[in-house]
């Protein structure tokens, strides 16, 4: 409501790329932990699952695609595609790659969550899924489920709780903020 009053903070592309690529490192670092110790204990699983403590990169990059995945809700194209370009790059800076290795990093996730969640829709649920999948967590699963290779929909319930975290509020976020880019 202040914010209105007195106008929005102006906000570059830079800056948004720099406070997205952090925040989402950052949840990640605090809270991977947490998120492993949730699917080695779900009741849905008959033999604990053995995943690495130091294997966030992939939950990482779930994240990041699925945060992506809501631009186009809150962005114009061009805004979207110069977003994307800075995030890219600014990932592919923390991770000592080449902007087109990252770039093909993600595309990977994102063909990967599109594919599992197929033909949904729900970004979330494909989060959810892509979780299961990158972690090979169907070999943990009652004989039912784990002959299917599917999720047993109990877990993916639970996972879409803990996801759900992870989303960002791009309603308030744009409530706060005037997305600004920077004239070429």
């Known amino acids: 409501m202040i914010a209105t009053l007195f106008g929005k903070k102006k906000i570059t592309e830079e800056k948004l790329?720099?406070?997205?690529?952090?925040?989402m490192i950052r949840a990640v670092d605090d809270s991977f932990q947490d998120v492993i110790e949730s699917i080695c204990n779900d009741p849905e699983f008959k033999t604990k699952p053995i995943i690495d403590k130091s294997d966030s990169d992939k939950f990482l990059m779930i994240l990041v695609v699925g945060n992506l995945s809501?631009?186009?809700?809150?962005?114009?194209?061009?805004?979207?595609?110069i977003l994307r370009g800075k995030i890219t790059q600014k990932l592919a800076n923390v991770f000592g790659?080449?902007?087109?290795?990252?770039?093909?990093?993600?595309k990977s996730f994102?063909?990967?969550?599109?594919?599992?969640?197929?033909?949904?829709k729900n970004i979330l649920y494909g989060m959810s899924k892509a979780v299961f999948y990158s972690y090979?967590?169907?070999k943990?699963?009652?004989?039912?489920?784990?002959?299917?290779?599917?999720p047993n929909p109990i877990f993916l319930k639970r996972m879409d709780g803990i996801m759900q975290n992870y989303i960002w509020d791009w309603n308030n976020f744009m409530d706060k903020y005037k997305f600004a880019p920077v004239e070429a």
């Not at 809501?70 to 595609?81: K, V």
């Not at 994102?110 to 949904?120: A, E, G, I, K, Q």
């Open 17 to 23: 790329a720099n406070i997205f690529v952090n925040s």
């Open 70 to 81: 809501y631009f186009t809700n809150y962005f114009s194209n061009t805004e979207e595609m």
């Open 97 to 106: 790659l080449q902007f087109d290795e990252m770039k093909t990093i993600l």
């Open 110 to 120: 994102t063909d990967l969550m599109y594919r599992v969640n197929h033909p949904s």
């Open 136 to 138: 090979k967590l169907g």
């Open 140 to 150: 943990y699963q009652d004989e039912y489920f784990a002959q299917l290779d599917a």
